[in-house]
């Protein structure tokens, strides 16, 4: 067998890409890393090079999506033209579409991924707070926002959001009504 040698971020991700295909095809209680490392055609101890377990694999892997997802609402949160109030309106609430067929987008929004979608939520949040902060400080800067605490205010609309966002007798669209309606109110 040809040992194939790849640059240590290229492998990183192909084991991630990996060990998410197969938490999906097999489960994630189903697949160990060895089921891992052969299907790429690796030793099982090059996984165990990048991650310690099984358990890291998968943190880094929810990590991993969920800096996609903020990259893509990123350019919308960073505009610089728009307020705040602005960004309320035009900023699309859900980036990730079900015609995502990745397998990340299938492991995170599966039928029986209520557990894993909601650690996925946790992590953009914690993403997003920085980006929200910056943005409410600037309206502060600038007069246009009354509010003491820039980073609280961000946690507070950020995480806040999780209740309505995770329930799941509401539409995305009564979704998005309701979070928009809070945050315009708390913001006036």
Known sequence: MTRITKEPEVRRQEIMDTAIELFYLN??????ISDIAAKIGIAQGLCYRYFKSKEELFDSAVDYYSEQQVNEMRPFLSDLNKTLKQKLFDTPTFMETEQDNSFYYKVFHGANSHKIHDQL????CSKLVP??????????DAGQLHIADAETAASFCTYGQLGILLREDLTGEEKIERIR???L???H
């Open 27 to 32: 489960g994630y209680d189903k697949t160990s």
């Open 121 to 124: 939520s946790m992590k953009i």
């Open 131 to 140: 980006l929200i902060t910056e943005q409410i400080q600037r309206e502060i």
């Open 181 to 183: 309606a809070f945050l």
């Open 185 to 187: 109110q708390l913001l």
